[in-house]
T-cell receptor, first 111, second 116 residues
Framework: KQEVTQIPAALSVPEGENLVLNCSFT??????LQWFRQDPGKGLTSLLL?????REQTSGRLNASLDKSSGRSTLYIAASQPGDSATYLC??????????FGKGTKLTVNP | NAGVMQNPRHLVRRRGQEARLRCSPM?????VYWYRQLPEEGLKFMVY????????ESGMPKERFSAEFPKEGPSILRIQQVVRGDSAAYFC??????????????FGPGTRLTVL
């Protein structure tokens, strides 16, 4: 049974800092991994999707890496801004179509 | 170019009533997924549907919950005889394809169900 863990559960940083969010999964047989952002009381916004054959994806100040063999992914956020404050969710898709989610990392970027 | 639409956004029901949650997928998407987010918990998969077919309902509670995605109209998640433990945010997602490696799911804003 796939399990996804995100560390830390919460993170508070000053504006401008570079930061890394971690995601680990127990079953390396995945098709892809997605990073999402969730604002309080809102839905999920897809940030990046990494195929199992890829090592990383970049979008603006975001960079996500995937090491499938070790069951790890990281989301790197450069030059953080207060508008980046949200909960970041990692989800993996295995043989079925369903996504298995971690509980998220709640990020606060202080001005 | 609307995204995934869900309604209502907020729903209040008393114990024993029925709740109907609606989801319209993105244009061109024929695969729909329902997830539930309980307070302080991660999102959990409930059911995966294509038009007129339930493909995977392994995450659905055995009783009181049902889902459909008819040929015409939105997907419906139906909860009969709601209990307080059903209070949660219910999210719908859709994708263009259902197989292969590239299958990005796009999420709606969710329906927040409160059972009194």
């Amino acid at each position: 049974k796939q399990e996804v863990t995100q560390i830390p559960a919460a993170l508070s940083v000053p504006e401008g800092e570079n930061l890394v969010l971690n995601c680990s999964f127990t079953d390396s047989a995945i098709y892809n991994l997605q990073w999402f952002r969730q604002d309080p009381g809102k839905g999920l916004t897809s940030l990046l999707l990494i195929q199992s054959s890829q090592r990383e994806q970049t979008s603006g100040r975001l960079n996500a890496s995937l090491d499938k063999s070790s069951g790890r992914s990281t989301l790197y956020i450069a030059a953080s801004q207060p508008g980046d404050s949200a909960t970041y969710l990692c989800a993996v898709r295995g043989g079925s179509e369903k996504l298995v989610f971690g509980k998220g990392t709640k990020l606060t970027v202080n001005p | 170019n609307a995204g995934v639409m869900q309604n209502p956004r907020h729903l209040v029901r008393r114990r024993g009533q029925e709740a109907r949650l609606r989801c319209s997928p993105m244009k061109g998407h024929s695969h729909v997924y329902w997830y539930r987010q309980l307070p302080e918990e991660g999102l959990k998969f409930m059911v995966y549907l294509q038009k007129e077919n339930i493909i995977d309902e392994s995450g659905m509670p055995k009783e009181r919950f049902s889902a459909e995605f008819p040929k015409e109209g939105p997907s419906i998640l139906r909860i009969q005889q709601v209990v307080r433990g059903d209070s949660a945010a219910y999210f719908c997602a859709s994708s263009r394809t259902g197989g292969g490696g590239y299958n990005e799911q796009f999420f709606g804003p969710g329906t927040r169900l409160t059972v009194l």
